[in-house]
């Protein structure tokens, strides 16, 4: 029973991760990497905070501010430097591991015997306060990014990622528009980093390695098991694929797999799910094929 709740909760929590990345990943087409660098930069910060005696849920917002700073400048290289999408997300990523190490002044920080945001849940049976804040912070984030979408800024943004093209001939400023999801994108990066920290006890310099991998497999994830969505619902898919990849990695490891197996078996899992829309097209051509076939033996 417990392994099941920490899935819940885990899944609860990390799905952040997944709604963040969709703004970028699916909204704006724009695979960026500086989310496996600001996932610990908001763990750095809100952990080396709250070590100083800061209050956890402004160590939380802060987190969050400093998230939209690595975006701020990810976009800065890409809309004004003119660097390549991929290139200007890794120079971000990569100056981050040395900005996390100036915050924690060391590789890892406890919070060992500091009030977290979890704290005042701590009476409720294990796991549950995990289930309570992932819940609570979740539904803020879907809902505050539902309403932003509904907005007219929501939709030039929306309309940015769709075709930049007739974005600018109707007078939207695309690189504004990039900018902005870029900022939201890993400022919400950074927040899930500060509250998995948290729930975890520490921040580690590490923590950040294969993250994108598991925010795509929460978005891949929905998608495959609900198909077509509108927008507001792929937003609240996001969190069931987020939860049912926490229970596929329970199960693996109740196999009898390593931990240090993860993120093979996330790559593994996330490939599955990308190639699955072409293995059913395949499969249905083979089954046509064989129809086919045999009407004409008929």
Wanted: one cysteine or more; charged letters at 10%.
């Amino acid at each position: 029973m417990n392994l099941i709740v920490s899935a819940i909760s885990q899944g609860l929590l990390w799905s952040i991760l997944g709604i963040a990345l969709f703004l970028t990943f699916r909204i704006l087409n724009f695979p960026d990497m500086t989310v496996e660098g600001t996932f610990p930069l908001g763990a750095a910060t809100a952990v080396t905070l709250i070590a100083n005696g800061t209050d956890p849920f402004l160590a939380s917002l802060l987190a969050f501010a400093v998230g939209m700073a690595a975006g701020a400048v990810t976009a800065f290289l890409y809309t004004i430097g003119k660097i390549p999408i991929l290139l200007a997300g890794i120079l971000v990523m990569t100056a981050c591991l040395s900005v996390n190490l100036r915050i924690m002044g060391s590789a890892n920080v406890s919070l060992l015997g500091r009030t977290t945001i979890f704290s005042p849940l701590s009476q409720l049976p294990k796991y549950f306060d995990g289930i309570v804040i992932g819940l609570i912070s979740v539904t803020l984030v879907t809902l505050l990014l539902i309403f932003f979408l509904q907005t007219e800024l929501g939709q030039a943004f929306i309309v940015t990622g769709d075709n930049p093209i007739m974005a600018r001939s109707i007078g939207i400023n695309t690189s504004k528009m990039t900018a902005l999801g870029l900022m939201i994108s890993n400022g919400l990066v950074a927040l899930g980093g500060a509250l998995i920290a948290q729930n975890n006890g520490y921040a580690d310099i590490n923590m950040g390695i294969g993250i994108i991998v598991v925010a795509l497999a929460s978005i891949i994830i929905g998608e495959v098991v609900f198909g077509q969505l509108t927008m507001n619902q792929r937003l609240a898919a996001i969190t069931i694929g987020s939860i049912i990849y926490r229970f596929v990695l329970l199960i693996v490891l109740q196999l009898g797999f390593s931990t240090n197996d993860l993120n093979l078996l996330s790559s593994l899992l996330l490939a599955i799910c990308l190639m699955l829309p072409r293995l059913q097209k395949f499969f249905h051509f083979q089954k046509l094929v064989k129809r086919s076939l045999n009407d004409n033996n008929d």
